[in-house]
């Protein structure tokens, strides 16, 4: 079984800056795509952006030129830096991962419990 935990978010002002981290564990062949999401009650989780195993980024409208994920693969950890936060930021956010637990396995999906982001004026 693979364990994703994020940590990294918090309470911070418009204009502010966070980091988000989230760092995979356990049985793990290969890890492939990983992505952030974000959920506010009463609306679906959406995508903030992904990063695949080469490095090559993809983001949402609402992240480009404000957010940037990376990862690094020895670590099996993926990050996304959040700058010149809004309101409408306000979210949790999730980590997702596909991942084979042997070369031979079936690529699964996983999902980690999510952090909060509260960005206030």
């Known amino acids: 079984q693979v364990q994703l935990v994020e940590s990294g978010g918090g309470l911070v002002q418009v204009g502010g800056s966070l980091r988000l981290s989230c760092a995979s564990s356990g049985i793990i062949f290969r890890v492939g795509v990983m992505a952030w999401y974000r959920q506010v009650p009463g609306k679906q989780r959406e995508l903030v952006a992904n990063?695949?195993?080469?490095?090559?980024?993809y983001y949402a409208d609402s992240a480009k030129d404000r957010f940037t994920i990376s990862r690094d693969n020895a670590k099996n950890t993926v990050y996304l830096h959040l700058n010149s936060l809004k309101l409408e930021d306000t979210a949790v956010y999730y980590c997702?991962?596909?991942?084979?637990?042997?070369?031979?396995?079936?690529?699964?999906?996983?999902w980690g419990r999510g952090t909060q982001v509260t960005v206030s004026s």
């Open positions: 997702n991962a596909t991942i084979q637990d042997r070369s031979w396995g079936a690529w699964n999906p996983y």
């Open positions: 990063i695949d195993s080469a490095g090559t980024p």
